[in-house]
């Protein structure tokens, strides 16, 4: 199928140069004008996504090759652009950086196998004419990605624009100053989310004044058909039969991929938002906590009555999947900042935050064969990255085999206790695991009366 999509990639020559706050700026410039924006970001962040979703007012989706092949990403592109005057696509680090050094999953990956044309970002501070180099460089590198405009980010003054504008390689499509006062803080995971901080927002009436925004619309409306793989069907079982998968989603808990919800909708299962921190005793038959920022909440989480629910829950056999920050929370402890707070306590082991980088990227394996297990023997795949480490008891059993990747620890992810399995892993959910863990929550649902 042939789908007309009209497309921008915003791309950098590296991590820092100022994508994140152009491309939020044209999003929020492009709404400012009433256009409906489908925001994409490559690669497996979650923070840039949180960004673009409050900008746009949809849900900002993960282009990532390692995790979704060609054509996930060109059925995920295309049924999120459905009802879009425009997509724009944040790429990550920079244009041509792939996975372990090589092409693979790069932004220039992507925008190759979307047909989509880039606008390079530059940070031009303390460099003029020598930038031009960089600009030829980059233009010339793969003649398959299409640069089609550079937005010059940092001018200094309009003396330093006239001294940048004397040579022109590619087109110029803005000239974006210092906005010191509106840069966005960072963590130890990269950005703050969007909920704790507007300053993306204010960027759109930058780019309004200093892009050419018409420009950047004909390019994007110029981008050509796109082939596109037919979507799979939906599994539609009566409301009253639908078992309800709660989504743990507040302040501690905020990553996940808008895929793998959708994917488990699309498995037959009502996804029920609820917070820990919260909430007392959400009513669900299955529960699934993402990743995020535990250690930055761990007092509500250990004073919130809703980690007695899901400890006791956990053991009369409802099936829960925990990844990362949800690992974390369903260990018995949380060490932080030289103080240890009780957690769910359904899995053997303490979480401890460390000061360095635990684990950072991709990840596959698959689920064992352990009797019992809800999951059977489906792969596994998706990226880690964490700031932690989790001290598992002795006779802690694990649900996940990697062949790459670190996990919890030896080859091993996947903690299992029960019908709880916490790893360390965000996985990006195969349709085959989201019909096991649909119907392990129907069976669940079945054991327990619940109509």
């Known amino acids: 199928m042939q789908a007309e999509i009209p497309r921008i990639l915003i791309a950098g020559t ?13 999003m929020a410039a492009l709404v400012a004008r009433g256009l409906i ?3 994409f970001k490559t690669g497996p962040d979650f923070i840039d996504p949180s960004h ?19 054509a996930g990403i060109r059925r995920t592109f295309a049924d999120a652009s459905a009802g879009a005057d425009i997509a724009v696509i944040e790429g990550a680090m920079g244009l041509f950086d792939g996975r372990e050094g090589s092409d693979t999953a790069s932004a220039a990956h992507v925008a190759r ?16 004419r020598s930038i031009h180099a960089v600009v030829k460089g980059f233009r010339d590198f793969d003649p398959r990605v299409k640069i089609a405009g550079i937005i010059y980010n940092k001018i200094g003054s309009d003396r330093h624009r006239q001294m940048i504008a004397e040579e022109e390689f590619v087109p110029a499509l803005g000239w974006v100053p210092r906005q010191l006062e509106s840069e966005v803080k960072s963590r130890h995971l990269g950005l703050v989310m969007a909920s704790e901080s507007p300053a993306m927002q204010t960027y759109g009436r930058v780019l309004a004044e200093t892009c050419d925004i018409d420009r950047i619309l004909g390019i994007a409306r110029a981008a050509p058909p796109l082939s596109v793989p037919a979507s799979p069907a939906k599994n539609k079982p009566a409301a009253r039969h639908r078992p309800v998968i709660g989504v743990a989603r507040d302040a501690a808990f905020c990553f996940y991929y808008q895929d793998n919800l959708d994917r488990l909708a699309r498995a037959g299962a009502e996804l029920r938002f609820f917070s820990p921190m919260a ?40 099936p829960i999947y925990g990844e990362c920050g949800g690992l974390m929370y369903l260990c018995g402890s949380l060490e932080t900042e030289g103080k240890e707070y009780t ?22 394996g698959a689920f064992g064969s352990r009797p019992g297990l809800w999951t059977g023997t489906v792969a596994i795949r998706g990226h880690e990255f964490h700031y932690s480490k989790v001290e ?38 195969t349709d085959a695991f989201c019909k096991k863990f649909v119907a392990a ?7 327990t009366g619940r109509q």
């Open 441 to 447: 929550a129907a069976a669940y649902k079945r054991s």
């Open 113 to 128: 196998i979307l047909k989509a044309p880039v606008l390079l970002v530059v940070d031009v501070h303390a460099v003029s």
């Open 343 to 364: 957690m769910a306590g359904v899995l053997p082991g303490r979480a401890v935050m460390t000061k360095k980088l635990a684990a950072l990227g991709y990840v596959n």
């Open 52 to 70: 673009h979703t409050l900008i746009c007012g949809r849900p900002s989706r993960n282009l990532d090759f390692c995790m979704m092949g060609e």
């Open 279 to 318: 909430d007392t005793k959400p009513d669900v038959d299955a529960i699934y906590i993402g990743g995020g920022y535990p250690e930055l909440h761990a007092e509500a989480l250990e004073h919130s009555r809703c980690r007695q629910f899901i400890r006791e829950q956990a053991a009369a056999g409802m």
């Open 392 to 429: 598992c008891d002795p006779e802690a059993r694990f649900a996940i085999r990697l062949g790459h990747g670190t996990g919890i620890g030896d080859g091993n992810d996947g903690m299992t206790e029960y019908s709880t399995i916490g790893a360390y892993t965000h996985a990006y959910f």
């Open 14 to 26: 590296h991590s820092g140069c100022g994508k994140t706050t152009i491309a939020s700026g044209l």
């Open 37 to 39: 924006v489908q925001p």
